[in-house]
């Protein structure tokens, strides 16, 4: 059996139609094929890199056709040399025939650029890579290491095959800072806007935003540290289910608030949403945290319970203390917790000192001193929980830790081996939050605005 395919160019004005072979498919004629029916990926992708060739040959001759002409007269210019110009897609590598034209009309003496040449398709194609394919690679790059990114686009498309993980990093890291870019814009243009008085009237429900960081391992020690600090927020909105995750490495930045408002305004809650931000009162967000127009700050509950938590722990095993002091003294904790639970942390630090008296617990370097620390340091972001949580408001950040699982882990420390640098860290955290907020394909349709390209549904050969 041999089966040709074969393309025809339509006709158009002057041009006639054309028919062009793309490729022949032989097969032995068996009895039971052992091989399975149908056409072999490698078939597949061999078929479509020449229907590329086809489709982008012709695409170049029609470019050379409308701009190779004096500005001013229309005149075709005249050639000086032709050179191949390589264009990475999908399909693979597509060598083009890019001319280089004198800019001097033959004709009137106009000159049609500022140099002697003029290469119109090189300076038409400012990248030499298919939109599609950087955006094929942002994708898998973004769920899995690039040495497997690299592996699964090999075996699945015509343009693996010549594609190195070196080049998927670097297309990626592109890709990240471009919309890194983007970020400080919109954080510089949310740094205009949310002057005082442009505020509008507070509407709808609260939004939380919960913060936490995430660290990742270094290449090598930057400002004495081996670890890298990653801010990741989560968005919860109480009438979508979808939530929005954001994150970045960018080292510190005291107006990173504004970051995190910009991305707000991005997705869609405007300066009229009341935001409420839940954090665990670390000094990795400090700044993250300071939003302008964020409505109120909610210290996290399952931290403060964490921290009374510990406190109980280290009072068994308090040296010096009989079995019925102890019991006093884990009431006396589990009351505090209990007070602080009802917005009374006056009462509540009130009862903390007290168990220090009777701990010997002085200063602030024992469980009961760092506890007091801790609650007397974010005493302005504590509330009343019970009413809170009576009322169906978050009272945890617990969201956004696993948000810093998701987003950083699974990504950017699997088996802790993997290493960073803050800027190439910072580029993938761009690409893989815009991967899972889904906002990619957007984003690539916004840069590279697609014209036209509609595939006529053809009816498949009748077999009657
Ligand atoms: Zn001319």
């Known amino acids: 059996m041999r089966v040709s395919v074969q393309a025809c160019i339509e006709g158009e004005g002057e041009r006639p139609s054309r028919i062009i072979t793309v490729g022949v498919i032989e097969r032995d004629d068996e009895f039971a094929p052992s091989s399975g029916l149908g056409l072999f990926m490698s078939e597949?992708?061999?078929?479509?890199?020449?229907?590329?060739?086809?489709?982008?040959?012709?695409?170049?001759?029609?470019?050379?056709?409308?701009?190779?002409?004096?500005?001013?007269?229309?005149?075709?210019?005249?050639?000086?040399?032709?050179?191949?110009?390589?264009?990475?897609?999908?399909?693979?590598?597509?060598?083009?025939?890019?001319?280089l034209y004198y800019s001097v009309c033959s004709t009137c003496g106009f000159c049609s650029g500022d140099k002697s040449t003029v290469s119109p398709l090189s300076h038409a194609l400012a990248e030499r890579v298919h939109p599609q394919w950087t955006w094929l690679q942002c994708r898998y790059a973004s769920v899995m290491s690039y040495r497997l990114a690299q592996i699964y686009l090999r075996d699945a498309f015509a343009g693996g095959t010549e594609l190195p993980s070196s080049s998927v990093k670097a297309n990626v890291r592109a890709v990240g800072e471009r919309l890194e870019k983007e970020a400080q814009r919109a954080k510089w243009a949310a740094a205009k806007a949310t002057a005082p008085r442009n505020r509008p009237a507070l509407t709808g429900l609260p939004v939380s935003l919960q913060i936490d960081a995430g660290y990742i391992k270094a290449t090598r020690p930057l400002e004495g540290n081996r670890w890298i600090p990653v801010v990741v927020s989560k968005i919860f909105r109480p009438a979508t289910p979808h939530t929005h995750a954001h994150a970045y490495a960018s080292g510190p930045d005291p107006r990173q608030g504004l970051r995190q408002q910009a991305f707000l305004q991005s997705i869609g809650i405007g300066p009229e949403v009341p935001v409420t931000v839940l954090c665990d009162g670390g000094d990795d967000i400090g700044f993250a945290c300071k939003l302008p127009w964020a409505t109120a700050r909610v210290l996290d509950w399952f931290h403060i319970g964490m921290k009374f938590e510990h406190l109980l722990m280290s009072l068994q095993g308090l040296q010096g203390a009989d079995p019925y002091a102890k019991d006093d003294m884990r009431r006396c904790v589990i009351r505090a917790k209990w007070l602080l639970w009802h917005g009374q942390q006056g009462r509540c630090l009130e009862r903390l000192e007290a168990l220090r008296r009777d701990t010997g617990w002085a200063g602030p370097r024992n469980p009961s001193g760092r506890l007091v620390r801790y609650l007397r340091g974010c005493s302005k972001y504590l509330v009343n929980y019970q009413q809170r949580r009576a009322q169906g408001l978050p009272i945890s950040s617990a969201g956004a830790e696993s948000a810093v699982d998701y987003v950083v882990g699974q990504r950017m420390k699997r088996n802790g081996h993997m290493r960073w640098t803050r800027e190439g860290a910072n580029a993938l955290l761009q690409v893989r939050c815009a991967a899972l907020n889904g906002h990619d394909i957007g984003n690539f349709k916004r840069w590279y605005p697609p014209n036209g390209g509609v595939v006529r549904e053809v009816a498949a050969a009748t077999t009657s």
């Open 44 to 99: 597949t992708k061999a078929l479509l890199k020449q229907l590329q060739t086809v489709f982008v040959d012709e695409q170049v001759d029609r470019f050379f056709d409308v701009s190779a002409h004096c500005l001013s007269c229309q005149t075709p210019l005249g050639i000086k040399d032709t050179k191949r110009l390589v264009y990475r897609t999908v399909f693979g590598k597509a060598s083009l025939r890019s001319s």
